[in-house]
């Protein structure tokens, strides 16, 4: 941009390099909140409160098990979906980094999806369109409203959702940092000629760990409040 913005000064086809004109030293923190376990309990028992709105509530609970992001989940198609297989494939546009992946889904995540996909009456092979009927910004909004009454000084955000989750399967679970990065759908660092070769998208050990996540997690909310601590990532 630099570059670009220093070509079209010369040029006169514009008056000021804008990036230059930046003080970078504003740029916004990395976040690095996660939730308790005090937190995430109180999160689970709001998506299973009868008055939660059920498309929000199951966003949320999906985003925990899974560890994606906001938007993938909220915007799912069924095409997506193969509840027989008990896999969710993402094609390139519709991920972040435009790389298309597979997330194995768990016991608990097929339940909630198979729930949704019976009580619509969906004919097997069939399901065409949108798994839930929300605008992202509504989990968003509605995150942010359960977090200031739960920690009006320090609130969580949905994607912090995402962070608990992998931190927890590193710290906890002993999970690697391949299976961590492969699970979030992030590029892998480059080593050497290795990212030229490497094609294995580690996927039994991506359901091995998304399984016991889940088992994790269904644990957690399960115990007493009193009994549940957590912070932030040190």
Known sequence: ALRVYDYAVQHEFVEINLPESIDWRYKSAVRDRRLTHRELKAVWEFCTHPATNRDVADILRLCVLTAARRAEVTQMTWQEIDISSSVWKLSAGRAKNRVSYTV?????????????????????????????????????????????????????????????AITTMVAELKVSADVAQRILNHTPPKRGALHHYLCYQYEPEKRVVLDAWSTWVLSAVAEPRDLLCGGRCT
């Open 104 to 164: 194995p889904l768990s016991p608990p995540a097929v339940a909630i999806l198979k729930a949704r996909y019976d009580a619509a009456e969906l004919s097997e092979g069939k399901a065409e369109g949108r798994v839930f009927a929300v605008h992202p910004d509504t989990v968003t909004k509605t995150i942010r409203r359960l977090a200031s009454t739960l920690n009006p000084e320090d609130r969580f955000a949905v994607h912090d959702l995402r962070r608990t």
